[in-house]
């Protein structure tokens, strides 16, 4: 990880620390890990890097009015909500695009794979060097759980999906896609289905009460081809 990456981490973490004594952090449930699931976990190459206090998955009050059992991307602060009943939500801390890669809008959960299969597009082939296709597996970054975002019946190439790299949440470095430590994918893909609205909030419009900024500077161009999965 660079050392600018490090701090804005920290710094973050610091900022906010303070501001959220009232969250409830959830603890993960492993109980509800498959068998496949803790196997491949425990056979992850990548050191388990805490992730920052700010980014935790906690249950917190939400004053947005999606309906229950929907999903709000706040990019710009890097949480993804889980909309619970009664005012509530599960906040997670992910990892997002660079804003010119950024998508917003509102799309469904058009289907969904457990420990899936990478296909980097061509622009992510050109530019990290990496081959055509990535096995499932505990270092495909892609992770453990995917789901894959449809808009008009269409799949906008854009996924809510797992990490190998658990150091960048709360970060923007990826190439557009939506990234979760792989143990909060398994616990969001346990409550979503096919169908589940994904509201994907623009770029400057992110409404977080604990702001977490901190965007970063690298990347390259969303180069998203036929039959390709942005990651």
Same mark, same amino acid.
Request: glycine share 12%.
């Given at each position: 990880?660079?050392?600018?990456?490090?701090?804005?981490?920290?710094?973050?973490?610091?900022?906010?620390?303070?501001?959220?004594?009232?969250?409830?952090?959830?603890?993960?449930?492993?109980?509800?890990?498959?068998?496949?699931?803790?196997?491949?976990?425990?056979?992850?190459?990548?050191?388990?890097?805490?992730?920052?206090?700010?980014? #935790?998955?906690?249950?917190?009050?939400?004053? #947005?009015?999606?309906?229950?059992?929907? !999903?709000?991307? %706040?990019? %710009?602060?890097?949480? /993804?909500?889980?909309?619970?009943?009664?005012?509530?939500?599960?906040?997670?801390?992910?990892?997002?695009?660079?804003?010119?890669?950024?998508? *917003?809008? !509102?799309?469904?959960?058009?289907?969904?794979?457990?420990?899936?299969?990478?296909?980097?597009?061509?622009?992510? !082939? *050109?530019?990290? =060097?990496?081959?055509?296709?990535?096995?499932?597996?505990? %270092?495909?970054?892609?992770?453990?759980?995917?789901?894959?975002?449809? *808009?008009?019946?269409?799949?906008?190439?854009?996924?809510?999906? =797992?990490?190998?790299?658990?150091?960048?949440?709360?970060?923007?470095?990826?190439? =557009?896609?939506?990234?979760?430590?792989?143990?909060?994918? !398994?616990?969001?893909?346990?409550?979503?289905?096919?169908?589940?609205?994904?509201?994907? /909030?623009?770029?400057?419009?992110? %409404?977080?009460?604990?702001? *977490?900024?901190?965007?970063?500077?690298?990347?390259?161009?969303?180069?998203?081809?036929?039959?390709?999965?942005?990651?």
């Amino acid at each position: 990880m660079s050392l600018k990456v490090t701090f804005g981490i920290l710094a973050a973490g610091l900022m906010l620390s303070g501001c959220m004594q009232a969250t409830t952090y959830e603890a993960t449930n492993t109980s509800t890990f498959k068998p496949h699931d803790k196997e491949l976990l425990a056979k992850s190459s990548f050191v388990q890097t805490p992730v920052a206090e700010p980014f #935790r998955r906690a249950i917190v009050e939400y004053h #947005r009015k999606e309906v229950p059992g929907s !999903i709000v991307v %706040d990019s %710009d602060n890097h949480y /993804l909500y889980y909309v619970l009943n009664d005012g509530k939500a599960i906040r997670y801390g992910i990892t997002v695009g660079e804003e010119a890669m950024a998508w *917003s809008g !509102i799309a469904k959960v058009g289907s969904m794979t457990e420990w899936p299969a990478w296909h980097p597009t061509p622009g992510e !082939i *050109s530019r990290l =060097g990496v081959p055509t296709f990535v096995a499932p597996g505990p %270092d495909n970054p892609m992770g453990s759980r995917a789901m894959y975002l449809y *808009s008009g019946g269409k799949d906008t190439l854009f996924r809510i999906h =797992g990490t190998n790299q658990p150091e960048y949440i709360g970060a923007s470095i990826s190439s =557009g896609c939506i990234r979760m430590t792989n143990v909060d994918a !398994i616990d969001l893909y346990n409550r979503v289905k096919i169908g589940t609205v994904v509201v994907v /909030l623009e770029p400057k419009h992110g %409404d977080s009460p604990y702001n *977490s900024q901190m965007a970063l500077q690298g990347g390259g161009g969303n180069n998203t081809g036929a039959g390709a999965t942005a990651y």
